[in-house]
């Protein structure tokens, strides 16, 4: 692969007390290849010049997001929320998928990704999607892709994968499709239409419970693609 490939990871303050889970991504971004950057809000300024400089970007799991942000009062049982973590996360989207990074969204990040796009979220998938499955605490569950996506590509036809999460794709962001659901109908994943690689899942690869593509098989493909774009700039650490 030659020289690993820069990547730019989002995530919460650190006083959110996230560390342990976080350092997850971090070991398996560091496994396929990557040198990953952890960036945090109060960087706003620097993304412009982290997003030239990168060669792609990950959208890490988090909190929920607020529904301002896709047009809708809050749910009753709408969760924590992180207005900073959002603010950053929506405008670094938005510059990754117009510079055309490969970018990778985990949970929130395909939730992120998606809104971004000017798409919206189910806020509530256990009060708000008829016959749901259970999606949170770390059940194990199928998943099923698309004929045709990138994802098919990577899994097969159907996947076993970790879930932890009660919000949900809901009308889909420009530019995007469905990749996989679960047997449900709720959307597990979702990929951008076109060439690039930009690919956001509900399950969380970085953790124990999925099937060997659907987490070490996912990084890899992602770090690949970053390897194999060209930087509009000199690679810099500093």
Not at 34 to 63: C, M, Q, T, Y
Not at 133 to 162: K, M
């Amino acid at each position: 692969m030659g020289r690993k490939p820069l990547v730019g990871v989002s995530f919460a303050g650190e006083e959110w007390g996230y560390g342990e889970k976080e350092s997850l991504y971090l070991a398996a971004l560091e496994r396929a290849g990557a040198e990953p950057v952890p960036v945090r809000p109060g960087r706003e300024k620097e993304i412009p010049g982290l997003v030239a400089r990168v060669r792609g970007w990950v959208f890490s799991g988090g909190d929920d997001i607020a529904p301002e942000y896709f047009g809708e009062e809050p749910h009753p049982k709408l969760r924590t929320v992180n207005p900073a973590r959002d603010r950053m996360d929506v405008l670094t989207a938005r510059a990754v998928l117009a510079e055309g990074l490969p970018v990778l969204g985990i949970c929130l990040g395909v939730q992120l990704l998606n809104v971004a796009a000017g798409g919206t979220l189910v806020q509530d998938v256990p009060s708000q999607v008829d016959g749901a499955l259970e999606h949170s605490g770390g059940t194990r569950h199928p998943v099923r892709t698309e004929p045709g996506t990138r994802l098919a590509a990577l899994l097969g036809r159907e996947a076993q994968v970790n879930s932890f999460h009660h919000q949900a794709v809901k009308r889909l962001g420009r530019g995007f499709r469905v990749a996989a659901r679960s047997p449900d109908g709720v959307v597990e994943a979702l990929e951008r239409e076109g060439e690039g690689f930009v690919v956001g899942v509900q399950w969380h690869p970085e953790r124990e419970g999925c099937d060997r593509a659907a987490s070490e098989g996912l990084f890899d493909a992602f770090v690949r693609a970053a390897a194999g774009r060209i930087p509009l700039r000199r690679d810099s650490t500093s």
